[in-house]
């Protein structure tokens, strides 16, 4: 098995790990509040993550670091890591799950666009057509209706934007840091701004108030983006932002599937938008053109 082999199985886990837990993610925000929600559940992965440098003696590329990579990790952190969570949380607490993921989903249209303009990278006319599929397939099986937005989708739309300029700096920083240390700046870094923000704004949480029910949610959607994270950001490092990013769109299928009605048979909408996303996973992950992306020599940011 290849590297870019190895890219594709980490992304397709991660948007299997994706679509349940946007799903998982909107029940647990009937109870809590969505900044205190996903600021905890960040803190947890942060730490999650933290412990397991420390554990596995990962923590000397960290002592290596320089300024410079200091300084790409906080950015990856505010830009990826902290603003957007808390818009997509807020946003994903006034809009159905399917709506969310499928917006969320949408992250490949920008993050192509992007990588395309400052890391040079290019996809095929397949893989474009493969990547249009996916999101078209995705919307009809999701049912959303664009000319009918609602406030929260339009944070959500927000959180996209953010992310895409977080994997572009993100893919550009994996050339020389392995993805685990990326995750850490992101969920380190993200996690103390976004405990500032609830500090700024009285929204501490109180936990003498949580129940059994809260921390079980916590671990659960915690263990879900930790899980979301590593995957994502080890098939980053081996694939381009479009490749990575595009094949996220099947996770909002199973958002949409796990959400639909236990027994339902699918009608002809359903399974015309599964040969879809099928027909666009496999021009993505079988018909690549062998395009050489060049390797920038500094940030473009």
Same mark, same amino acid.
């Given at each position: ?12 886990? #991660? ?18 509040? /969505? ?16 412990? !397991?440098?420390?554990? #596995?003696?990962? *923590? ?14 906080? +950015? ?7 603003? %957007?969570?808390?818009? &997509?949380?807020?946003?994903?607490? @006034? ?8 917006? @969320? ?21 397949? @893989?474009?057509? !493969?990547? !249009? ?5 995705? +919307? ?5 209706? &664009? ?55 009285? @929204?501490? /949480? ?5 129940? %059994?029910?809260? *921390? ?10 930790? !899980? *979301? ?14 490749? $990575? ?10 958002? #949409?599937?796990?959400?639909?009605? $236990?027994?339902?048979? /699918? ?26 992306? %060049?390797? /920038?020599?500094?940030? %473009?940011?």
């Amino acid at each position: 098995m290849n590297e870019r082999e190895k890219g594709l199985l980490f992304v397709f886990a #991660t948007a299997v790990i994706s679509g349940v837990s946007i799903f998982l993610n909107k029940y647990a925000l009937a109870s809590f509040n /969505p900044f205190v929600f996903t600021t905890l559940k960040n803190s947890v992965v942060a730490i999650f993550v933290i412990s !397991g440098v420390l554990l #596995t003696a990962r *923590y000397g590329e960290l002592l290596r670091l320089k300024l410079k990579d200091w300084r790409n990790l906080l +950015a990856i952190g505010i830009i990826g890591g902290s603003i %957007p969570f808390l818009l &997509f949380f807020w946003g994903l607490s @006034q809009t159905s799950a399917a709506n969310g993921s499928l917006l @969320q989903k949408s992250l490949f249209i920008p993050a192509s666009a992007l990588a395309f303009l400052f890391l040079k990278e290019k996809l095929s006319r397949v @893989q474009l057509l !493969g990547a !249009g599929l996916l999101f078209i397939g995705a +919307a009809l099986y999701a049912g959303v209706n &664009f000319t009918a937005l609602a406030t929260g989708d339009i944070a959500i739309i927000a959180a996209v934007l953010l992310w895409s300029i977080e994997d572009v700096i993100s893919r550009y920083v994996l050339r020389n840091l392995s993805p685990s240390t990326v995750v850490f700046g992101r969920m380190f870094f993200g996690s103390l701004v976004m405990v500032a923000f609830l500090a700024a704004t009285s @929204q501490l /949480p109180n936990f003498a108030a949580f129940t %059994p029910n809260h *921390y079980l949610w916590l671990l659960a959607t915690s263990l879900l983006l930790l !899980g *979301y994270n590593l995957t994502f950001y080890s098939g980053l490092s081996r694939l381009k932002v479009g490749e $990575a990013t595009a094949m996220l769109v099947f996770g909002s299928v199973v958002t #949409t599937a796990l959400a639909a009605t $236990a027994g339902k048979m /699918p009608g002809m909408i359903e399974m015309a938008a599964a040969g879809a996303v099928i027909c666009g996973v496999v021009a993505i992950t079988f018909l690549p053109k062998k395009i050489p992306a %060049p390797k /920038p020599t500094k940030l %473009p940011f």
